[in-house]
């Protein structure tokens, strides 16, 4: 039997539950519910980090983040780590990536042979970011991305159709390669920037969600020392109802946008003839918060932040609309995909394959406890496990947190003080620092931000090249009823 090939789908930032297939009334996501329909959807898969670049880097890598040594965005993924895509090239496969990456460093491969399109951003630490124009700060976690948010010309949409289009022609070259009788199979890994914020949609799918989104569902605040002080931090403490509703009508928007992108793909893929024989794996980096708690963008253990989407379609051999709700990890979709493939497992790997689960061959090969890390330059040290129902996460020098996910799905009552959960919040604490020491990550963090004070220096001073960028200019972005000079193309 010839192996599979490999079609890899990955978004930025969506949220697991912003899905029709996932039950969301309002979601309009006909094409990943399609894709849900002909294989199996994972309901509880949580990322490495609730934050791009160690999530990226440790689903590549099969290795959770404390283990790559990647913990911020600024974090290069050591060229001595293996990744998915080199052990598939060992296996003799054909490896492109079309889109995001977001690798920072030299090294803009990290194992795909080909690479087409680009990030928008920097290739290194320093380099001379894109300028978003009227957008300018609303990709990040400042209070202006709510600011300026609603109807307009998203930069990142034109990405992805750039995007979209280079994943077509590529899965059109490899029809033409197959009929022409070239039996190589292919890994095409397909990166979009969608949705992330900036929460600007076009007005045309805007228009589609306007007066159907409401405030966020989830109205308590946390009351965590941490949340608290990111809240303040990020200045999201008086965020009016008319900006939230207009963000998280963009974010709906955005979504829709990005899934008629991926049918676009899926089409060509089936019509180029190449579904039957194709695992094609749909996951994201990490969630959006969307207002819940009054809390945005990512960065925490809650569900919303640290939940993916994860979608698995193999024809044949993982059985039509089937649901899977045992946790698992974004390390574990990467054992997955080599196991399918009979590719060699990455060493020191941490992940575990699912695919006895998911062809119902080995139904109880799942993860029993699952991870999750947070760590920055400016103190946050913290990291999370889900084990069962019982979900904690571990703030060095701050109170821990524990939730009941089967009685409390809203993470609303904190059970950590409470008596007879003592000695589940000693035994998950204990999980969470096995082979995790809290004063070594801060070490090899400000050991590595030494380093990184030069590498941004260098790249600031030198303005070395950027060997894979999508260029972006202002003109890309809008909000209706600004006065924008159009995009020249």
């Known amino acids: 039997m010839r192996p599979p090939n490999v079609l890899y789908l990955m978004s930025d930032q969506h949220t697991s539950t912003v899905l029709g297939c996932a039950g969301d009334p309002v979601a309009e996501t006909p094409n990943l519910d399609r894709l849900a329909a002909s294989g199996a959807r994972l309901t509880d898969v949580y990322c490495p980090s609730p934050i791009c670049v160690p999530s990226r880097m440790s689903m590549l890598s099969g290795?959770?983040?404390?283990?790559?040594?990647?913990?911020?965005?600024?974090?290069?993924?050591?060229?001595?780590?293996?990744?998915?895509?080199?052990?598939?090239?060992?296996?003799?496969?054909?490896?492109?990536?079309?889109?995001?990456?977001?690798?920072?460093?030299?090294?803009?491969?990290?194992?795909?042979?080909?690479?087409?399109?680009?990030?928008?951003?920097?290739?290194?630490?320093?380099?001379?970011?894109?300028?978003?124009?009227?957008?300018?700060?609303?990709?990040?976690?400042?209070?202006?991305?709510?600011?300026?948010?609603?109807?307009?010309?998203?930069?990142?949409?034109?990405?992805?159709v750039d995007v979209t289009v280079s994943a077509m022609d590529s899965l059109r070259e490899?029809?033409?390669?197959?009929?022409?009788?070239?039996?190589?199979?292919?890994?095409?890994?397909?990166?979009?920037?969608?949705?992330?914020?900036p929460y600007v949609a076009d007005p045309e799918d805007y228009a589609r969600f306007e007066a159907k989104i409401g405030p966020a569902?989830?109205?308590?605040?946390?009351?965590?020392?941490?949340?608290?002080?990111?809240?303040?931090?990020?200045?999201?403490?008086?965020?009016?109802?008319?900006?939230?509703?207009?963000?998280?009508?963009?974010?709906?928007?955005?979504?829709?946008?990005?899934?008629?992108?991926?049918?676009?793909?899926?089409?060509?893929?089936?019509?180029?003839?190449?579904?039957?024989?194709?695992?094609?794996?749909?996951?994201?980096?990490?969630?959006?918060?969307?207002?819940?708690?009054?809390?945005?963008?990512?960065?925490?253990?809650?569900?919303?932040?640290?939940?993916?989407?994860?979608?698995?379609?193999?024809?044949?051999?993982?059985?039509?609309?089937?649901?899977?709700?045992?946790?698992?990890?974004?390390?574990?979709?990467?054992?997955?995909?080599?196991?399918?493939?009979?590719?060699?497992?990455?060493?020191?790997?941490?992940?575990r394959s699912l695919l006895g689960a998911l062809t119902g061959d080995a139904p109880d090969e799942v993860p029993e406890a699952v991870y999750s890390e947070y760590c920055t330059d400016d103190g946050a040290i913290q990291r999370m496990v889900r084990r069962g129902h019982y979900k904690l996460a571990y703030y060095d020098g701050q109170p821990v947190q524990l939730f009941d996910l089967d009685a409390d799905p809203h993470e609303v009552h904190d059970l950590a003080d409470d008596p007879a959960h003592a000695g589940t919040v000693t035994e998950l604490t204990a999980l969470v620092l096995d082979g995790w020491d809290p004063a070594r990550v801060r070490a090899e963090i400000e050991e590595i931000h030494a380093d990184l004070d030069i590498r941004t220096t260098w790249a600031a001073r030198t303005e070395p090249a950027d060997t894979y960028r999508w260029h972006l200019v202002p003109q890309m972005s809008a909000l209706s009823g600004r006065s924008e000079p159009e995009v020249s193309r």
């Open 217 to 351: 569902p989830i109205r308590v605040l946390p009351d965590h020392p941490h949340h608290q002080r990111w809240r303040e931090q990020t200045a999201i403490t008086d965020v009016s109802e008319e900006e939230a509703i207009r963000a998280r009508t963009a974010f709906y928007a955005l979504t829709y946008r990005m899934d008629v992108m991926v049918g676009q793909v899926l089409d060509v893929l089936e019509e180029e003839g190449l579904a039957e024989n194709t695992i094609v794996v749909y996951t994201s980096d990490h969630g959006d918060h969307l207002g819940n708690r009054d809390l945005w963008w990512k960065q925490t253990f809650y569900e919303e932040s640290v939940k993916v989407p994860c979608l698995v379609s193999w024809p044949g051999h993982i059985p039509a609309g089937t649901v899977h709700r045992a946790p698992a990890g974004g390390v574990d979709l990467t054992a997955t995909v080599l196991d399918a493939t009979g590719a060699p497992t990455l060493p020191n790997a941490d992940g």
């Open 63 to 160: 290795r959770h983040p404390h283990r790559n040594h990647v913990w911020t965005n600024d974090h290069p993924l050591p060229g001595s780590i293996a990744t998915w895509p080199q052990a598939l090239g060992a296996t003799g496969y054909r490896t492109r990536l079309v889109g995001r990456l977001h690798s920072i460093g030299t090294d803009q491969l990290l194992g795909f042979s080909e690479r087409t399109v680009g990030d928008h951003s920097p290739n290194h630490p320093g380099g001379k970011l894109s300028d978003l124009g009227v957008l300018m700060g609303t990709a990040g976690p400042t209070r202006v991305s709510l600011d300026r948010s609603g109807p307009g010309r998203h930069p990142y949409q034109q990405h992805d």
């Open 174 to 197: 490899f029809g033409a390669r197959r009929r022409a009788g070239d039996d190589q199979p292919f890994a095409l890994s397909v990166g979009y920037m969608l949705p992330h914020q």
